[in-house]
């Protein structure tokens, strides 16, 4: 079954925004173009001001506004619309399960309902099984034309970074793009040494060749799939977000793996993917690994 794009929406600069990047991609990949938009029922309105009927045609014709710029921009894009009464958070990771990817406002915030704000933003993105696209407000088409570089970052072994790469490819493929591919690398402590890392490192001839290696070695089958798509290998010592957010100057999206997972305090989406989405200047895509 092909599974299409779902844009979240809710009525902000962002979300437009994030509305307008998805249809974009799904012309670009060929797919169709969900639009989803959560809301709850607001009880503190007045019902003789706004019952229940009236606050979900609100909704509705408010996303019916959006959708319509984007059918008018895109006349042969397959589009669909469901407007979705229930927690913000649970829902856009219900919606995202059927999707290629989620796109959504990276600080989405409006009168009925916000849901990228602290914690349920974080949980949509480490929840999610499908990757996540988060768009800040002004993105626009002329600044996926200034960049030409899908930036992605690789760590571990092949298959730490393989949905993470695939992805990037996939993307780079369909807008004619480059992949940058960034490992970064830190000096290990002492104790991390033993007689079997030594040997590998004495086999490559060091740190910094076999962290050359290791790249490598994980984007060996995905240029072999993608054979059109040009590459870009980059090893750099230093952490991996601050390595990662020094190479956007002409990126048109960056991606970052992440290994969601729950602790005590709540979800979590890891450091790196953290940074970026703090500082990155251009979208960024979240893509769930292991």
């Known amino acids: 079954m092909t599974r299409p794009i779902t844009a979240g929406v ?11 990047w998805a249809a974009r991609e799904a ?3 060929g797919l169709a173009l969900r639009v989803v938009h959560a809301w709850r029922f607001q009880s503190a309105v007045p019902a003789e001001v706004a019952d229940r009927d009236t606050q979900a045609r609100w909704v509705r014709d408010a996303v019916a506004a959006a959708v319509r710029t984007v059918a008018e921009r895109h006349p042969d894009l397959e589009l669909s619309t469901d407007v ?15 999707a290629e990817l989620l796109v959504l406002g990276s600080r989405g915030h409006a009168a009925v309902v916000g849901f990228l704000l602290g914690s349920v933003g974080q949980q949509v993105i480490a929840e999610a099984v499908r990757p996540v696209v988060l768009v800040r407000a002004g993105d626009q088409a002329a600044a996926e034309a200034g960049g030409r570089e899908i930036v992605v970052g690789q760590e571990g ?3 730490d970074s393989a949905e993470a790469l695939r992805f990037a490819f996939e993307t780079a493929a369909a807008r004619g793009a480059t992949v940058r591919a960034v490992r970064a690398w830190t000096l290990p402590p002492v104790f991390a040494y033993s007689p079997g890392s030594l040997k590998l490192l004495d086999d490559a001839g060091g740190l910094e060749p076999y962290e050359k290696q290791a790249l490598g070695e994980a984007l060996e089958p995905w240029r072999a799939r993608f ?4 590459v870009v290998e980059h090893v750099e010592m230093g952490s991996a977000g601050q390595v990662l957010l020094s190479v956007t100057g002409r990126a ?4 970052v793996g992440r290994r969601g997972r729950r ?3 709540g979800a979590r989406i890891g450091s790196v993917a953290h940074g970026v989405l703090h500082h990155a200047e ?9």
């Open 10 to 20: 809710d009525g902000t600069d962002e979300s437009l925004a994030a509305l307008a």
């Open 27 to 29: 012309v670009r990949r």
């Open 84 to 98: 979705l009464e229930g927690p913000a958070a649970d829902t856009l990771v219900a919606a995202a399960a059927d």
């Open 157 to 159: 072994s092949p298959d």
């Open 227 to 230: 054979p059109g798509v040009p």
């Open 252 to 255: 048109q999206l960056m991606v």
């Open 263 to 265: 602790t005590a305090v």
């Open 282 to 290: 251009c979208p960024v895509a979240v893509v769930p690994h292991g």
